[in-house]
């Protein structure tokens, strides 16, 4: 099947810009401007609307001089409006060559917002379009509300288009400008405009008010369109345009008949930009760009990865710059770990991978993942345990902490069969929870180790969620003897680290400082 070359214009800063509460500076825009045209490699950019404002003309002027230095200013293309010339002197003076020209796509937008006639409308955009030639600038058409225009005013449209391809014209945009249209409705009315006309260039502009832009977008292909309208990460007024990378994806996997210019491996990367410039997050579950779309959750995917990839998909990350995940958390499985492991250059034996996996399931349970930066922390914890015979338990404990009161811990702790409960204040949760230990320790006549360091780090990245390792350092015998604890809370972590200790100096009277076992995995220091 011979192939069709479909032209992406991306609208990212024209279109896209006017999503709530977006605001590009002028050196974003450029930079923007610059990958775009560079890495992404897109056919055009729609940069900015004519006449809004001096920050947005000078932000123009930026681009279409580096543009004109690099031989991309007939990729640069302003809005302009039926105003004589205003826009036209507007875009000269700024350093454009291209105008995308709003006209009325809908009779109901002709009589109720500029409460004209047909030949009225008309006749002011021949003016323009005759002066734009005149100054050498190349000259595209919007028929704005043109969806509406199709479902109830469709004699006016093909009025319009009667007008404008009889004009010198470039290219004309179809947009559905309120994101109404449904496939079949795409495909019908593109392909009557296209039978009628195929000559004439036209472009399709969709948004994605009922979550149909890319439905309509193939539709529209498949009519004839020639050309399409996209904006990085789907940005927009209300819910957005069609969003590039997803659109690209779709051409590339389903529709190989159409061809781009676009670097698949670029999009990650424009996606990320435009996230840090506009403060919009993407949502983590964004197709192509989320940051969760390339993770394997269900450890029974992993698995299936294993063993002959069974749940790929075209959808490869690497084509994106990406790369594939596991993650790690309550539904995690052998497989998911063992991937990760192997990242890191780790291998466990069985039983202690068993132990990994159960640990990960049960900080699942509290938190919504475990990354795998946690995952050498985890390790560290199981095998430390592994070296302590746990005959102390602490059974519960209450902190609270209250302003204007003195910290205050409950405890209780079993030795054996045996349970006792103190309570006890502090200077901190930690302080009264130690406070309460040294009374029942007292009560068995033992005085408890010193705490010589205490230290807490976290994974790189700094989450507030993220799992917590408090090392304590305790001066056991006239030795050195360290002691971990994991948890997302930073307080039982220490709790646990704790509790470590009280199980090497072990039950008192009857069980020996330090086992065999721990000796050999402990760092002991004199």
């Known amino acids: 099947m011979n192939s069709r070359?479909?032209?992406?214009?991306?609208?990212t800063l024209r279109d896209g810009e006017q999503t709530s509460g977006v605001s590009f500076s002028a050196s974003e825009k450029l930079t923007i401007a610059q990958v775009l045209l560079q890495e992404v490699k897109v056919d055009r950019i729609e940069i900015a609307s004519a006449r809004v404002s001096e920050g947005e003309f000078q932000a123009v002027r930026q681009i279409t001089d580096w543009a004109r230095s690099n031989g991309f200013l007939d990729k640069i293309e302003v809005l302009t409006f039926v105003d004589g010339d205003a826009s036209i002197n507007w875009i000269l003076d700024a350093g454009a060559r291209v105008m995308n020209l709003l006209t009325k796509g809908?009779?109901?937008?002709?009589?109720?917002?500029?409460?004209?006639?047909?030949a009225a409308h008309f006749e002011d955009i021949r003016a323009v379009l005759e002066l734009a030639d005149s100054k050498g600038i190349d000259c595209n058409v919007y028929l704005e509300d043109w969806s509406n225009g199709m479902r109830s005013s469709p004699e006016y449209v093909f009025q319009a288009l009667d007008f404008l391809t009889s004009q010198p014209v470039k290219r004309i945009l179809l947009p559905d400008t309120l994101g109404i249209l449904t496939p079949a409705e795409s495909y019908s009315f593109v392909k009557q405009i296209v039978d009628k006309?195929?000559?004439?260039?036209?472009?399709?502009?969709?948004h994605n008010d009922y979550d149909l832009s890319i439905a309509n977008v193939m539709e529209a292909l498949r009519a004839g369109a020639r050309g399409l309208h996209l904006t990085v990460n789907g940005m927009g007024e209300r819910t957005g345009n069609a969003p590039l990378a997803s659109t690209i994806a779709v051409l590339n996997d389903m529709m190989p008949e159409y061809k781009t210019s676009v670097n698949e491996?670029?999009?990650?990367?424009?996606?990320?930009?435009?996230?840090?410039?506009?403060?919009?997050?993407i949502p983590s579950n964004k197709p192509i760009v989320g940051e969760s779309v390339f993770t394997q959750t269900a450890g029974i995917h992993a698995d299936g990865d294993k063993k002959n990839n069974l749940y790929f998909s075209k959808l490869m990350p690497e084509r994106f710059g990406r790369q594939r995940l596991y993650a790690l958390g309550k539904t995690s499985g052998k497989a998911n770990i063992e991937n990760n492991l192997r990242d890191l250059g780790i291998t466990l034996a069985d039983a202690d991978l068993k132990?990994?996996?159960?640990?990960?399931?049960?900080?699942?349970?509290?938190?919504?993942a475990?990354?795998?930066e946690d995952l050498p922390y985890i390790i560290s914890d199981i095998l430390d345990s592994n070296a302590i015979e746990e005959k102390v338990v602490i059974v519960n404990y209450v902190l609270t902490h209250s302003k204007n009161l003195k910290p205050s811990a409950t405890l209780q702790i079993k030795f054996g069969e045996e349970v006792f409960e103190e309570n006890a204040q502090g200077d901190g949760q930690y302080d009264a929870f130690m406070n309460a230990l040294k009374k029942i320790y007292c009560q068995k006549g033992i005085s408890l180790p010193m705490l010589t360091d205490y230290t807490v780090r976290i994974p790189p990245g700094g989450k507030t969620d993220a799992l917590c390792e408090t090392i304590i350092t305790w001066e056991i015998n006239g030795k050195e003897v360290k002691t971990r604890g994991l948890d997302s809370d930073q307080t039982f972590s220490a709790i646990m680290a704790?509790?470590?200790?009280l199980n090497l100096i072990g039950i008192p009277a009857d069980v020996p400082l330090v086992s065999p076992v721990a000796k050999v995995a402990l760092d002991l220091k004199p």
């Not at 070359?5 to 609208?11: F, H, L, P």
């Open 355 to 368: 132990k990994v996996t159960q640990r990960i399931i049960e900080l699942g349970d509290r938190k919504e």
């Open 370 to 372: 475990v990354t795998p």
């Open 5 to 11: 070359y479909i032209e992406i214009m991306d609208t």
């Open 197 to 206: 006309y195929p000559d004439q260039h036209f472009e399709f502009h969709a």
């Open 265 to 281: 491996r670029s999009l990650y990367t424009i996606s990320k930009i435009v996230e840090t410039f506009s403060g919009i997050r």
């Open 498 to 501: 704790t509790q470590k200790m």
């Open 106 to 118: 809908s009779l109901n937008h002709l009589t109720h917002q500029l409460k004209k006639s047909p």
